[in-house]
């Protein structure tokens, strides 16, 4: 019998897959439909204390090894998302699934009053998206990249919210380690890892021009995959908190990997593109035939094994 429930930061989740933040994350319905389909949590899209709205049309692009996106962070504010997140908890209560709401900011003080709106709503976390530019830097380099800004946005969240945080860190980051130590050192009780790598290009040979409207975008899907699990295997090296493992999982055998590497949960984004929904029964069940295959009672027993563990 093979238990595929796993403890997140304390929350029982019946799956340990997660609807990683994005456009399917953008209204209760999707978040619900989620988890109807299999997710153990779900994620909203990441909003910010103001509105954005983005950037124009095409931001997201399959060019055959993953996607690449530039949506811009678009969003309605942290007032208006707070409704949408007051829904969401309203229709997951019964499904047994868990809310993660996710913010990001430009400075600290943007941060701390994104996270005590949307924690009006009562989510069962609040996921720090740093991947952003902090125009507190001069040069507004993204906290994710730096430990000490990284840490300082953390300790700011913490302090003003006494719920269940998670971080969000880069692939971009030049010592993803020091910049996990800073944000466990600083309150965060578990990590989301990774955002999109990048920025990237593609380039239309006919229209002689890069494909996407703001020209460069993020790096998701396939071709982060290796990279993900690499994040994600440092990381479980260098702290002891529960990791959500994310970045181009397509297969049950990619979200082992992830297990394997130390994560604890599973986040699938890129993944729904072409498929949907249905893409979280169809890994929940690759995942439930090669654990029974390997003789694979409990994730929680294959945690790390590639660590020697």
Same mark, same amino acid.
């Given at each position: 019998?093979?238990?595929?429930?796993?403890?997140?930061?304390?929350?029982?989740?019946?799956? /340990?897959? +997660?609807?990683?933040?994005?456009?399917?994350? *953008? *209204?209760?319905?999707?978040?619900?439909?989620?988890?109807?389909?299999?997710?153990?949590?779900?994620?909203?899209?990441?909003?910010?204390?103001?509105?954005?709205?983005?950037? /124009?049309?095409?931001?997201?692009?399959?060019?055959?090894?993953?996607?690449?996106?530039?949506?811009?962070?678009?969003? /309605?504010?942290?007032?208006?998302?707070? &409704?949408?997140?007051?829904?969401?908890?309203?229709?997951?209560?019964?499904?047994?699934?868990?809310?993660? &709401?996710? +913010?990001?900011?430009?400075?600290?003080?943007?941060?701390?009053?994104?996270?005590?709106?949307?924690?009006?709503?009562?989510?069962?976390?609040?996921?720090l998206n740093i991947s952003c530019p902090n125009v507190e830097d001069e040069f507004g380099?993204?906290?994710?990249?730096?430990?000490?800004?990284?840490?300082? @946005?953390? &300790?700011?969240?913490?302090?003003?919210?006494?719920? #269940?945080?998670?971080?969000?860190?880069?692939?971009?980051?030049?010592?993803?380690?020091?910049?996990?130590?800073?944000?466990?050192?600083?309150?965060?009780?578990?990590?989301?890892?990774?955002?999109?790598?990048?920025?990237?290009?593609?380039?239309?040979?006919?229209?002689?021009?890069?494909?996407?409207?703001? #020209?460069?975008?993020? @790096?998701?899907?396939?071709?982060?995959?290796?990279?993900?699990?690499? *994040?994600?295997?440092?990381?479980?090296?260098? @702290?002891?908190?529960?990791?959500?493992?994310?970045?181009?999982?397509?297969?049950?055998?990619?979200?082992?990997?992830?297990?394997?590497?130390?994560?604890?949960?599973?986040?699938?984004?890129?993944?729904?593109?072409?498929?949907?929904?249905?893409?979280?029964?169809?890994?929940?069940?690759?995942?439930?035939?090669?654990?029974?295959?390997?003789?694979?009672?409990?994730?929680?027993?294959?945690?790390?094994?590639?660590?020697?563990?």
């Amino acid at each position: 019998m093979v238990d595929l429930a796993v403890d997140l930061c304390g929350a029982r989740l019946p799956s /340990p897959l +997660v609807l990683a933040s994005g456009v399917w994350g *953008c *209204c209760a319905e999707t978040l619900a439909r989620a988890a109807r389909a299999g997710a153990g949590a779900v994620t909203s899209k990441s909003c910010s204390l103001h509105p954005r709205q983005g950037h /124009p049309n095409p931001t997201v692009l399959d060019w055959g090894g993953g996607l690449i996106n530039a949506v811009g962070l678009a969003n /309605p504010g942290a007032a208006e998302e707070r &409704a949408i997140l007051r829904q969401a908890k309203a229709e997951l209560a019964p499904l047994g699934a868990a809310l993660i &709401a996710s +913010v990001f900011g430009h400075s600290v003080a943007d941060f701390v009053a994104a996270v005590a709106l949307v924690a009006e709503a009562g989510p069962d976390f609040i996921e720090l998206n740093i991947s952003c530019p902090n125009v507190e830097d001069e040069f507004g380099k993204p906290f994710a990249l730096d430990p000490a800004a990284a840490a300082q @946005v953390t &300790a700011a969240a913490r302090a003003a919210y006494g719920g #269940r945080v998670l971080v969000k860190l880069s692939p971009n980051a030049p010592d993803l380690a020091a910049v996990a130590r800073a944000v466990a050192d600083a309150g965060a009780d578990g990590i989301t890892a990774v955002n999109t790598l990048g920025p990237g290009m593609v380039i239309d040979v006919r229209a002689r021009r890069p494909v996407l409207a703001n #020209r460069a975008g993020g @790096v998701s899907g396939a071709a982060l995959r290796p990279i993900a699990v690499r *994040c994600v295997y440092d990381i479980a090296a260098a @702290v002891d908190l529960p990791i959500i493992g994310t970045g181009g999982v397509s297969s049950g055998e990619d979200a082992l990997q992830m297990v394997m590497a130390g994560a604890t949960a599973v986040g699938l984004g890129s993944a729904l593109y072409g498929e949907g929904e249905a893409v979280f029964g169809r890994i929940l069940g690759e995942l439930e035939a090669l654990m029974a295959e390997e003789g694979i009672a409990s994730l929680e027993e294959i945690r790390g094994a590639a660590h020697g563990r």
